[in-house]
């Protein structure tokens, strides 16, 4: 049994930053790939960010540049730093995680960027 628990969203001008925490629970963490997902009102949710156990990371074209996603093995954390926010990434971003073909997903935290 996995858990995820997203913290860090919030309202934020446009060109501001904002760092997104995804705290889980459970065994073997390190083992395992994590992603940053998102989902604006009326539209599909999309991969942002993804690092794998060994730390290689891949990123939506959207956010390349911008965002920034690392891991704290011995926290059993998961980060997104986004930098340079757009109106256009408002959205509530989930941390997720797959572990024996199941889906894990958080709650999502909301992140508006706006004037």
């Known amino acids: 049994q996995v858990q995820l628990v997203e913290s860090g969203g919030g309202l934020v001008q446009p060109g501001g930053s904002l760092r997104l925490s995804c705290a889980a629970s459970?065994?073997?963490?390190?083992?395992?790939?994590m992603g940053w997902y998102r989902q604006a009102p009326g539209k599909q949710r999309d991969l942002v960010a993804r690092?794998?156990?060994?730390?290689?990371?891949d990123y939506a074209d959207s956010v390349k540049g911008r965002f920034t996603i690392s891991r704290d093995n011995a926290k059993k954390m998961v980060y997104l730093q986004m930098n340079s926010l757009k109106p256009e990434d408002t959205a509530a971003y989930y941390c997720?995680?797959?572990?024996?073909?199941?889906?894990?997903w958080g709650q999502g935290t909301q992140v508006t960027v706006s004037s």
């Open positions: 997720s995680t797959v572990r024996m073909g199941i889906d894990y």
């Open positions: 459970g065994t073997f963490f390190s083992r395992y790939a």
């Open positions: 690092i794998t156990s060994s730390g290689t990371t």
